[in-house]
C-alpha cells in the first residue's frame, strides 16, 4: 500500500508484499515523477525498511542520498507501535 | 552484551535478552557514567533497538534527547546485515 506523492514526495508503506515489489516501486517512482521517496516500516517492517534502503542505496549508488531517518512511536488501535520513516532523496 | 563505554559513550548491542534488561541497564548507565548511549540493533533486532528508544524516551522524557539515528549495512560472516545505531545524550 502506498499513498499517491504529496508533490514530489512518494510514500511506500512497507507491508507483507516481498520486498523485491517495494524496490521496483521506489526505482520506478524515482524515474518518473518523485524527488523524494518516504520508506515507512512499522513495527516488524521495520527491518525491512532499513533493509529496502540498503538494498536501493547499493542498486543506485550515488544517484540518491539519505535526506533523513526519523524514529518513534504510533497509536494504532489502541496499541502503541514503533516505527522508523526513511526519507531517500534524488540527487 | 555491551561493549566498555569509550569516554563517555556506552554501546548496547540488542541481542535476545528481554528488552526491560537493556531498558535498566541503559537507566543504570545514564545515572552513571555514561553521557551518551549507542542502542546498536543488527537484522531482526533492529525493531527492538527503536522499541528501545521508544521506551527510554518514554521513561526519561525530557532527560535525555535523540542525538543520532544511522542505519545501513555490515558484512557479517559474509552475509551482508542491516543494522541501526541510535545515539541517545543526556541532557
Same mark, same amino acid.
Given at each position: 500500500?502506498?499513498?499517491?506523492?504529496?508533490?514530489?514526495?512518494k510514500? @511506500?508503506?512497507?507491508g507483507? %508484499?516481498?520486498?523485491?515489489?517495494? #524496490?521496483l516501486?521506489?526505482?520506478?517512482?524515482l524515474n *518518473?515523477?518523485? &524527488?523524494?521517496?518516504? @520508506?515507512?516500516?512499522?513495527? %516488524?517492517h521495520?527491518?525491512?525498511? #532499513?533493509?529496502?534502503?540498503?538494498?536501493l542505496?547499493? *542498486?543506485?549508488? &550515488?544517484?540518491?542520498?539519505?535526506k533523513?531517518?526519523?524514529?518513534?512511536?504510533?497509536?494504532?488501535?489502541?496499541?502503541?507501535?514503533?516505527?522508523?520513516?526513511?526519507?531517500?532523496?534524488?540527487?
Amino acid at each position: 500500500m502506498s499513498t499517491a506523492p504529496t508533490g514530489n514526495t512518494k510514500t @511506500i508503506v512497507l507491508g507483507n %508484499r516481498p520486498l523485491r515489489e517495494y #524496490v521496483l516501486e521506489a526505482i520506478v517512482s524515482l524515474n *518518473r515523477e518523485a &524527488d523524494v521517496i518516504e @520508506i515507512l516500516g512499522r513495527g %516488524r517492517h521495520i527491518h525491512r525498511a #532499513v533493509t529496502l534502503y540498503n538494498t536501493l542505496a547499493s *542498486r543506485l549508488g &550515488d544517484r540518491v542520498t539519505l535526506k533523513n531517518v526519523e524514529i518513534g512511536s504510533l497509536l494504532i488501535k489502541g496499541r502503541r507501535v514503533s516505527y522508523i520513516k526513511i526519507s531517500i532523496a534524488k540527487k
